[in-house]
C-alpha cells in the first residue's frame, strides 16, 4: 500500500535522521513526499517535508533553503486543524528565524508552536517554543524575560523527561 510505504519511509528517514546520516535521510524523505503527494496525502507530505528541511539545514548550513521549505509545509499544515505536525514545525520555524535575525517572525511562529502545543499537551514542543521565545526576548533586550522563559522551558523538559529540550535550554541559560 502505497501510505504504508510512506510511512516506513518517513520513519526510515527519521532513523537515518538521528544517526546523522543525512544523504540516506533525504533519500528516504524524498521518496516519502513523493509517494505521499501521489496518493493525495497533502499533510503527510508537508510534515516530510518539513523534516527534510531540517536534514538540509543542518547537512549544509543552508538556512534560506531549510526555512524556504519549512515556511512552504507551514502554509499548508496551517490551513488544516492545528496538531502536533503544526505546533512542532512552528517552533522549529522559529528557531530558525531567530537564527537568521528574524526577530518578529520568530516571535510569531513561535507563539502559534505554544498556543498549538499547550492546548494539545506537548511538553517538548512547550518547552522548545519556550527556549527560543526566551532567546527571542533577550534579543529584544528583555534579558530578565529571557532567563525566565528559558529557566521554565527547563522545568518542562526535565519534567516530563524531554532531554532534548533540557539540554537546550541548559546550554541556552549557560550561554
Do not use: C, W
Request: glycine share 6%; hydrophobic share 50%.
Amino acid at each position: 500500500e502505497p501510505a504504508s510505504r510512506a510511512a516506513f519511509l518517513e520513519r526510515a528517514g527519521a532513523v537515518a535522521q538521528q544517526a546523522r546520516r543525512a544523504e540516506q535521510a533525504e533519500t528516504y524523505y524524498l521518496e516519502a513526499i513523493a509517494t505521499f503527494e501521489s496518493i493525495g496525502l497533502t499533510h503527510a507530505a508537508a510534515r516530510v517535508s518539513a523534516a527534510l528541511g531540517d536534514v538540509r539545514f543542518f547537512q549544509s548550513g543552508s538556512i534560506n533553503e531549510a526555512v524556504a521549505r519549512m515556511e512552504e509545509a507551514y502554509e499548508v499544515l496551517r490551513t488544516e486543524e492545528a496538531d502536533a505536525d503544526l505546533a512542532t514545525l512552528a517552533a522549529e520555524l522559529g528557531r530558525l528565524h531567530y537564527f537568521k535575525g528574524e526577530i518578529e517572525l520568530a516571535a510569531e511562529r513561535v507563539d502559534a508552536a505554544l498556543a498549538i502545543a499547550e492546548g494539545l499537551g506537548l511538553p517538548e514542543v512547550t518547552s522548545q517554543a519556550l527556549n527560543t521565545k526566551g532567546i527571542v526576548a533577550s534579543a529584544r533586550a528583555r534579558p530578565e524575560e529571557g532567563i525566565a522563559l528559558l529557566s521554565h522551558a527547563l522545568t518542562v523538559a526535565l519534567a516530563n523527561g524531554r532531554a532534548a529540550g533540557a539540554l537546550r535550554a541548559f546550554y541556552d541559560l549557560a550561554e
